[in-house]
């Protein structure tokens, strides 16, 4: 300090409360960049805390971590376990081998994403499916017994049928899972009943965001019926919200239906430098999730549509992708999709990754390689498309709602080449450009004959 100058007004202290502190998770960038979320210490207790009492966590609960750490999910479940004094085991880092570092964990819970949980499914399935005489039988029996014991009162074991049927299945995750849950997209009902019955236990469907600590709601392992993500979780407050353009409104009979909205201590605080986004994100208070819901009489809640992330075709139909997604992933001869819709078209197309072992097949008992087929591709098309007309019927979709027009491509969609989140889910914009040219074909070639 020079001499002669007087020294400067002490700078008065800042007032700091409890919602100051917080920690940045990341949104999965479905949409674009992905955005750092500004969570609050006190929100991540709440939802902690909360955890564990949803799924009644104790010190000898035991899961294996290899979700994106990053991602709220995994926080929501590590900083749970933690709080309670179970143990987490980390897996080696491939994916490929999780089923072995579950047999040498056994762990208690299974926290996963809808992606894995279909896989899951696709491979059991597919061994219970290449059963004859006796043992297919035995199987048929044991499911059909526990399917409807499920249904009738929310049963999840059989003295009987576990025993002499599903052992293998609950060896595959180790043997000791009690819990499961499934969080960050939608789920089939027909995958989430199977594995409720092949791993003798519960499976609980949780819905929430990045934005929102964790769940906001979450089924009961005492409800026997699907289709639905369960009521709020204590401390957090739900609305509807019109949209009168998609013809969603909360005053609709029997079921009020709209964008969900939420409020609660488990909100976050906005987006990290991003004031443009949070102001589009918190109105009034409210996160709106861009989630469109119907709400039954018990409170529940069932997601039906999304008011961001769908399409509008030129009749001024929407298509809601991710639902079609993940019915149509449920073909054997289809591993990956992405629907893909426009505005000045008339229908969807979609570029599908095959699965291998069936691709194969068909090619050996066709006289073709794998590579030829890939070549010239109008003839395996029409098995695909015959295989999505089955899903679709079984679904009760439209016409709409299926993809007129397809591409088969053989590269995987992954985190590698940027077409999926770390969470696996689908980078829409990263898929458009990489495929463009092939959705630019499909195109021309509906329009060439006159559709």
């Not at 089924?219 to 609305?239: Q, S």
């Not at 009979?253 to 991003?274: L, N, S, T």
């Not at 469109?292 to 509008?312: A, C, E, H, L």
């Not at 089955?390 to 591409?407: G, H, Q």
Request: proline share 5%; with cysteine; net charge neutral.
């Amino acid at each position: 300090m020079e001499a002669g100058k007087a020294s400067p007004a002490p700078l008065e202290p800042e007032k700091v409360t409890k919602d100051d502190y917080y920690m940045l998770n990341y949104t999965s960038g479905t949409t674009g960049d992905s955005k750092g979320v500004k969570v609050s210490h006190w929100g991540i207790l709440s939802s902690a805390w909360l955890g564990i009492q949803l799924i009644n966590m104790t010190e000898d609960d035991c899961y294996v971590s290899y979700l994106p750490a990053p991602h709220v999910f995994e926080n929501f479940i590590y900083i749970t376990t933690i709080m309670c004094g179970a143990r987490v085991g980390f897996y080696q880092g491939d994916p490929l081998k999780l089923v072995e570092d579950c047999g040498v964990l056994q762990p208690t819970l299974f926290p996963s994403v809808p992606r894995l949980f279909n896989k899951i499914y696709q491979r059991i399935h597919g061994q219970f499916s290449g059963l004859t005489g006796c043992k297919k039988w035995l199987v048929d029996r044991g499911v059909a017994a526990k399917l409807a014991a499920l249904r009738s009162d929310a049963s999840y074991t059989s003295a009987c049928y576990d025993k002499l049927v599903f052992s293998k299945v609950t060896a595959m995750l180790g043997g000791k899972v009690r819990l499961m849950i499934t969080a960050s997209a939608p789920i089939s009902g027909d995958v989430l009943e199977f594995l409720k019955t092949a791993f003798c236990c519960p499976v609980l469907e949780a819905y929430g965001m990045s934005e929102s600590c964790g769940a906001t709601t979450i089924t009961r392992a005492e409800d026997p019926v699907i289709g639905h993500v369960g009521g709020p979780v204590k401390g957090c407050a739900i609305r509807l919200k019109d949209l009168p353009d998609m013809e969603y409104m909360s005053t609709d009979q029997p079921y009020p239906r709209g964008e969900v909205c939420m409020r609660g201590a488990m909100i976050f605080k906005g987006y990290f430098m991003r004031p443009d986004k949070t102001a589009e994100t918190i109105v009034d208070g409210w996160l709106c999730s861009g989630d469109v819901g119907q709400i039954y009489p018990n409170g529940t809640i069932k997601i039906i549509d999304r008011s961001k992330n769908i399409f509008k075709l030129s009749q001024g139909e929407y298509l809601a992708p991710e639902k079609l997604e993940n019915a149509y992933i449920l073909s054997p001869i289809i591993d990956q999709i992405m629907i893909y819709g426009d505005s000045l078209k008339n229908c969807a197309v979609a570029v599908i990754v095959c699965n291998e072992a069936s691709l194969k097949t068909w090619a050996a008992a066709n006289g073709k390689t794998v590579e030829e087929v890939y070549a010239d591709q109008a003839e395996y098309q029409k098995v695909v498309l015959d295989s999505i007309a089955e899903v679709a019927k079984t679904k009760k979709f439209s016409s709409l709602e299926k993809p007129k027009e397809i591409f088969l491509t053989s590269e995987a969609f992954t985190v590698e080449n940027d077409i999926l989140t770390p969470t696996f889910k689908m980078k829409r914009n990263v898929g458009q450009k990489v495929y463009q040219a092939q959705i630019d074909t499909m195109y021309e070639a509906l329009a060439a004959r006159g559709q």
